[in-house]
């Protein structure tokens, strides 16, 4: 399975700020995802990052606030905008071939917000 | 949006026991997936099921699949405490590049 690097896997930063998370991924891949983890609750999918065009996003995530790029097959990136406490999460990055395969995940990086 | 419901949110059994998980969701799928998450760190694939297939196994794993109930079961057996975890049901609709949609857990406890 492929190999996938999430970065950084923890930070904490001050409300009104952004921070911009990056996965990559060790071979092509067709899908990226993006998935937010809120404080004990399950994974909820934010967006699909498509390669060469804008990201899909799910009800409820907008692009202002979770710009997402995609500029090739291997590299993706999420920026969370205006922090404020309640974007106080783990953020995922998955991939996969296709829909019939499974998905795998990046360790996540840990959001706090002052 | 989630769609999916883990039955129980919480376990707790003694070490060698088996343990059962239960999952149900709402809509069609392409197949149905289990996944581990170790104290918040990132998700570990599991197992994968198709929604032509009944039951997979993978080592101390089970799973099995009811399309008319829509619902699955993930058994693991001989338990022991490196399976302490939280376990996540996630399904797939299919029709293109869909993402997960993940239920809300089981928190196993194993204990030795």
Known sequence: ?114 | SQQGEEDPQALSIQEGENATMNCSYKTSINNLQWYRQNSGRGLVHLILIRSNEREKHSGRLRVTLDTSKKSSSLLITASRAADTASYFCATASGGGADGLTFGKGTHLIIQP
């Open chain 1, 1 to 114: 399975s492929a190999v996938i690097s999430q970065k950084p896997s923890r930070d904490i930063c001050q409300r009104g700020t952004s921070l911009t998370i990056q996965c990559q991924v060790d071979s092509q891949v067709t899908m990226m995802f993006w998935y937010r983890q809120q404080p004990g609750q399950s994974l909820t999918l934010i967006a699909t990052a498509n390669q060469g065009s804008e990201a899909t996003y799910e009800s409820g995530f907008v692009i202002d606030k979770f710009p997402i790029s995609r500029p090739n097959l291997t590299f993706s990136t999420l920026t969370v905008s205006n922090l404020s406490p309640e974007d106080s999460s783990i953020y995922l990055c998955s991939v996969g071939l296709n829909s019939n395969q499974p998905q795998h995940f990046g360790d996540g990086t840990r959001l706090s917000i002052l």
